[in-house]
């Protein structure tokens, strides 16, 4: 299964930097294993923003659900997730 999701990092005011920066770093070494995991299949920033944009391949919701909750920084985030399927005017072969 394929999701988009929208991650928005919104640490709360006040927020150690140093505790926020730790985080990021673990959030980024955690980001890499799950793409060469083949389950974070894309990830693009939104300029100007601490929004990201994601493409990830997963078996279940259930799975999705517990990656983004493993996600360090993810207390700090607002997400939005979109489940997807093939566009019948796709030229892609495969997902």
Same mark, same amino acid.
């Given at each position: 299964?394929?999701?988009?999701?929208?991650?928005?990092?919104?640490?709360?005011?006040?927020?150690?930097? !140093?505790?926020? #920066?730790? &985080?990021?770093? $673990?959030?980024?070494?955690?980001?890499?294993?799950?793409?060469?995991?083949?389950?974070?299949?894309?990830?693009?920033?939104?300029?100007?923003?601490?929004?990201?944009?994601?493409?990830?391949?997963?078996?279940?919701?259930? !799975?999705?659900? #517990?990656? &983004?909750?493993? $996600?360090?920084?993810?207390?700090?985030?607002?997400?939005?997730?979109?489940?997807?399927?093939?566009?019948?005017?796709?030229?892609?072969?495969?997902?």
């Amino acid at each position: 299964m394929l999701f988009h999701v929208l991650t928005k990092v919104q640490p709360p005011p006040g927020a150690d930097p !140093e505790e926020i #920066e730790r &985080l990021f770093n $673990l959030e980024h070494a955690h980001a890499v294993r799950l793409q060469h995991q083949g389950k974070w299949l894309h990830l693009w920033r939104v300029v100007g923003q601490w929004t990201n944009i994601s493409i990830f391949r997963v078996e279940t919701p259930d !799975e999705l659900h #517990e990656i &983004l909750r493993s $996600l360090p920084l993810h207390p700090y985030s607002k997400t939005k997730v979109t489940a997807l399927c093939r566009h019948p005017g796709s030229l892609a072969d495969a997902d």
